[in-house]
């Protein structure tokens, strides 16, 4: 069974002995042509090296800066766009999200004051600009700042 496994034909290949004499046909340079830097022996390239032309590496911008790995990112809501529920209704990210107001229910909600609110609403999200809140309760409206699922302090 496993012991009789064999390659296939022609898939095995013996390996190049190079320098054994010109009748082998790797005689003389033993396939390293002429002369120069390559033909040496020890010879070894750094990776980067471009044959003294500045490498690619030294030509690009640096990096600057960090990425911080506790940003948050938030689905940001203007005030204008919640003119689109009725008055007195409750506004959630499900029913932004609905609405087609914010793409996804995965990042926290974010209500800026960008634009004018012309109805009392109440709403619910993650966080406030503070001037979002106050124009939020000056038109009559509620916001609520609610606690997102599985996040405990």
Known sequence: MQNNLRSAPGAQHSRKRVGRG??????????RGIKGQKSRSGFKMSPGFEGGQLPLIKRLPRKRGFTNLFRVQ???VNLDKLNVFEA????TPEKLFKA????????????????????ALTVKAE????????A???????????????ETE
């Not at 007195?88 to 506004?91: F, N, Q």
């Not at 087609?100 to 109805?119: E, F, M, N, V, Y």
Request: with cysteine; aromatic share 4%.
């Open 127 to 134: 966080k406030f600009s503070a001037a979002a809140k106050e």
């Open 74 to 76: 938030y689905s940001t």
């Open 88 to 91: 007195g209704s409750e506004v």
């Open 22 to 31: 010109n009748g082998s046909g790797h005689g003389n340079y033993s396939g």
């Open 100 to 119: 087609g107001i914010i793409k996804s229910l995965a990042c926290p909600t974010k209500i800026l004051a960008g634009g004018k609110i012309s109805r």
């Open 136 to 150: 939020i309760e000056s038109a009559g409206g509620k916001a609520e700042e609610m606690e997102r699922a599985g």
